[in-house]
Every structure is written in C-alpha cells, then in structure tokens.
C-alpha cells in the first residue's frame, strides 16, 4: 500500500463550481497535513497547512482533516479558471520532517 | 514576500559530469531541503539540513549527492557523476520551523536538470 494515494484526475469542473480534493495515507503518524497547488513545470506553492484532525479555512479554501480514517479534503468555492493546476497533498509526522507528497490531482476549470 | 530562489532554471549536462544547483532559502529560515520530481511522479524527498548538518535523508541520497550552505544565504546540492536517471526537477524549500506544532516548508521555483 502507498503511503500517501490521491487520485491523479484528470477533475474538469465548470466555473463558480465546488472543486473536492482528497488524499489518504497509511501512515498513522502523520501529525501535520498540507496541501500545496502546482502549475506545470514550476513549484509548488503552500496553499493550506493543518496540524492534527479538523477544519480550516482561509478564503475560498477548506482542508479537513479526519485522522481516525486517515483521510484529508481540500474544497475549493467559487473555482475560477486560475484554479486549473495539479494539487498536491503532503503530510508529516514532526514539524521539520521530510514531506511525504501524493501524486498530485490535475484540477480543469473550464470557463 | 521573502521567497525562495534558485539557479539555474534549467541544466543541461553530460553524464559523468558533476553538477551543482543552487538555492537561496528565505532568509530567517533554518531548516533547509531538496526535494526532485521526476517527470509524470510524485514529488521525493532527498534531505533535510539544519544547523550546518544532514539531520535527514533518503534512500535516493546516496554517495554521488552531497549538501552544502557555503555562506549565510546560498544551500546547495551536488551531483558527483551524473546518471541518466538523475533528470527530473530539483526543488529546494525552506523552513523557520517554529516552536509548537508550526511548520511550513517553502519551495522554490526548481531547477530542471536534463542528463544526456
């Protein structure tokens, strides 16, 4: 089993949709949950960092946490075109330990 | 917004040949990393380096790569003799790592390597 497995996509939503992104992990030490957006060929960017279970939200963006069934979300409200990038999850166990990342899911929001 | 740099954007290079890519982490960071993507996988972790030393690293880290911080603001990361295998993306990223349970790690924009 991967230790951190996330549905490559491709995921086309129309504009002003709801996009959901998830990722799960075998690994139950995983304390500290990111999600990072990656446009082609460039880094990636931070977009949401979560410490344990639970919800936040900054902006158009949710990251949920459920760490009981190893499972995180990211929603995205009000999805626009400049949201067309693959999504990254990544996740730790200690605050400076080495980023686990998933495949990454290639989000199309089409006008 | 402090930002994390590298050069060059693109490397082009023999095999055999050594190379050395660049980065400048944000400047009140302590924590330092390298990181590759090859084309079509995952991001990977190659390793982790704090207070002039390893404290991390991966099985893909093997002797042909070393780490270095020369000065206060430059991180580098060598390739000894470079394989084929060794294309991919190259990502440093940085860290202040602070007290409590906070931790963001920032990633630079990646140098492309391409061995031929």
């Known amino acids: 089993q991967k230790e951190v497995e996330q549905d490559p996509g491709p995921l086309s939503v129309p504009e002003g949709a709801i996009v959901s992104l998830n990722c799960t992990y075998s690994?139950?030490?995983?304390?500290?949950f990111m999600w990072y957006r990656q446009y082609s060929r460039k880094g990636p960017e931070l977009l949401m960092y979560?410490?344990?279970?639970g919800n936040k939200e900054d902006g158009r963006f949710t990251a949920q946490v459920d760490k009981s069934s190893k499972y995180i979300s990211l929603f995205i409200r009000d999805s626009q075109p400049s949201d067309s990038a693959t999504y990254l999850c990544a996740m730790s166990g200690a605050a400076g330990n080495k980023l686990t990342f998933g495949g990454g899911t290639r989000v199309l929001v089409k006008p | 917004e402090p930002e994390v740099t590298q050069t060059p954007s693109h490397q082009v290079t023999q095999m055999g040949q050594e190379v050395i890519l660049r980065c400048v982490p944000i400047?009140?960071?302590?924590?330092f990393y390298w990181y590759r993507q090859i084309l079509g996988q995952k991001v990977e972790f190659l390793v982790s380096?704090?207070?002039?030393?390893?404290?991390?690293k991966s099985e893909i880290f093997d002797d042909q790569f070393s780490v270095e911080r020369p000065d206060g603001s430059n991180f580098t990361l060598k390739i000894r003799s470079t394989k084929l295998e060794d294309s991919a993306m190259y990502f440093c990223a940085s860290s202040l790592r602070l007290t409590g349970n906070t931790d963001t790690q920032y990633f630079g924009p990646g140098t492309r390597l391409t061995v031929l």
């Open positions: 380096f704090y207070n002039n030393e390893i404290s991390e």
């Open positions: 690994n139950s030490a995983f304390q500290y």
């Open positions: 400047s009140n960071h302590l924590y």
């Open positions: 979560t410490y344990s279970s």
